[in-house]
């Protein structure tokens, strides 16, 4: 039997988990001296609100191995597979604590780790593409492979509403040239080789949504795509860009989501943005 792990980086539309049997361990957030589990007893809706009342923006930090020992042997029994896909390992070590888990394991069973190079939607869609490849017979190796061909073709560009959280976080590169030239901008932000870059500063709200589709649609053209559309407590924002994309782009799958907490507390409320890969070729 195969078991689909992934963390709490990755977005998914509610009834995915249950739907594509993906199991989510969660992100450790750490408000003052309280810790909480993403999704467990931190809801996003008690996060932005938890944030709001007292001004902090929490820190976040992978599952420890010893969380990722025990996840695993929760889920699975001896002899089973197991698909550990996460957070890109350029931003996150979270990678790094599944691997030292499956190491511990190793003779229990056949863990499988993968760094999706991805985060948000990215990593949701990897997942349910590798259930339903599971469930039309593929064997782990396939599956391996077709992720390194989304991992290596997929684009996620996301327009920030507020510099405040990326700041704050450290997690996007180039952003203190961003800050120290111009303060009331909207970034355009672009996951490349497993990094966040800032790749261009626009004026406007609505500038930067429209430069998101044109970067989007710059690099796929009419390919094929599973697209998803993900936003940060904006779902205007993202019922926006939904009609944007929707004519503008040959689509196979379509959806929205927001974005997880993790994410989120590194980006901001606000943030919007496509996440989009080629559909496979029969």
């Not at 391996?144 to 991992?151: F, G, L, T």
């Amino acid at each position: 039997m195969l078991h689909i792990v992934t963390d709490g980086a990755g977005d998914m539309p509610p009834g995915w988990e249950q739907e594509y049997d993906i199991h989510v361990i969660p992100i450790n957030i750490h408000f003052g001296e309280k810790t909480y589990l993403q999704g467990v007893d931190l809801s996003n809706e008690d996060f932005y609100r938890l944030v709001d009342e007292s001004g902090v923006i929490p820190k976040t930090s992978q599952p420890s191995p010893h969380q990722f020992k025990e996840f695993y042997e929760r889920i699975a029994k001896v002899g089973d597979t197991i698909l550990s896909l996460h957070i890109t390992s350029k931003l996150s070590g979270t990678l790094d604590s599944a691997i030292a888990a499956a190491r511990d394991l190793a003779g229990k069973f056949n863990i499988v780790t993968f760094d999706s190079a991805s985060g948000s939607a990215g990593q949701g869609m990897m997942c349910r593409e590798a259930r339903l490849m599971d469930r039309a017979g593929a064997g782990i190796e396939k599956i391996v492979k077709r992720m390194e061909a989304i991992r290596d073709t997929s684009a996620i560009v996301l327009a920030l509403d507020t510099l405040e959280y990326a700041r704050m976080s450290g997690r996007v590169k180039t952003l203190q040239a961003a800050l120290a030239s111009v303060l009331n901008v909207k970034p355009i932000v672009i996951l490349q080789e497993g990094v966040l870059n800032m790749a261009e500063k626009i004026r406007t709200r609505r500038a930067s949504i429209d430069r998101v589709v044109e970067i989007i649609k710059e690099q796929f053209g009419d390919t094929l795509l599973n697209m998803a559309v993900v936003h940060a407590r904006d779902p205007e924002a993202g019922q926006s860009m939904l009609k944007l994309v929707r004519g503008q782009f040959n689509i196979k799958d379509l959806i929205m989501t927001d974005l997880s907490i993790s994410v989120a507390a590194n980006l901001g409320p606000g943030t919007v943005g496509l996440v989009a890969y080629p559909v496979e070729q029969v």
